[in-house]
């Protein structure tokens, strides 16, 4: 498929695990896309896996915590590319920890990191898409936004993202511009082994306790959240906006 040719795509938090799946894939299918990470360095794994198989890509440094740094870079992504048609904001961290333990260090950065970060690249990319009347936002939520042992700060900041993401979709529709949100359950990634870490098991056995109680009895994959994505960033879906999917394996 070719649903992306022509257009340009900024990929943050790029440079492994769901980020990364969702790069490659909108490259597959045409975009030039900007794979973003906190330095080019962490990101040019997965520029290498793109342009192995003939997909446009540049690696791109930025910490999308910092306003100037984003509008920065999606100057040069703009100049070098041709253009910015398409964001994912998908950069995140997790600081889990029970509440009554949360150092506020721990609460500022994930808010800043999740949150904080979607507005800065959002901010900046919809003066792109303003101006030509066009654009595409997706943005990773999570299933821990309906609340999460452990996770007052991620949770607090994926509940966050639906709310902008609601907001954006209502004030950038009349210039084109969709926006979207999609809310994964457990997806294996190194995200998921850091917090079955957190609580004293491998990253197998976590997904195997996972898996028995989602009811198709296994774990997602990064690719499969990636599917998402490239369906909402695709004209596909061009009358779909301000919506979250969950993509969960059928958990409630």
């Known amino acids: 498929m070719t649903r992306f040719a022509g257009k340009v795509a900024v990929v943050t938090g790029a440079a492994q695990g769901i980020g990364a799946a969702t790069a490659r894939r909108l490259a597959e299918e045409g975009a030039a896309v ?59 961290i997790t600081r889990d920890n029970l509440f009554f333990k949360m150092p506020k260090a721990d609460w500022d950065t994930v808010l800043t990191v999740n949150l904080t970060s979607a507005y800065n690249c959002s901010h900046v990319a919809q003066k792109y898409m303003v101006a030509q009347k066009y654009g595409k936002i997706v943005s990773l939520s999570s299933r821990s936004a309906l609340g999460n042992r452990g996770q007052a700060n991620y949770a607090a900041a994926k509940a966050g993202i639906q709310g902008l993401t609601a907001t954006l979709a209502i004030e950038l529709g009349p210039f084109n511009i969709n926006v979207n949100a999609v809310a994964p359950g457990y997806i294996a990634t190194a995200m998921t082994a850091a917090t079955a870490e957190r609580v004293g098991a491998t990253a197998e056995d976590h997904q195997t306790e996972v898996a028995a109680r989602t009811p198709l009895r296994r774990v997602g994959q990064p690719e499969e959240i990636a599917s998402v994505v490239a369906f909402l960033a695709s004209e596909e879906a061009s009358y779909v906006s301000g919506q979250t999917l969950y993509v969960n394996g059928g958990a409630r």
Do not use: P, Q, S
């Not at 910092?66 to 998908?90: P, S, T």
């Open 34 to 92: 900007a794979v973003v990470d906190l330095t080019a360095e962490r990101a040019a794994g997965t520029v290498a896996e793109i342009t192995a198989k003939g997909g446009t890509a540049r690696a791109y440094g930025c910490d999308v915590a910092d306003y100037d740094a984003v509008e920065a870079v999606f100057a040069r992504v703009a100049e070098e590319l041709g253009g910015l048609h398409i964001l994912v904001n998908n950069a995140g």
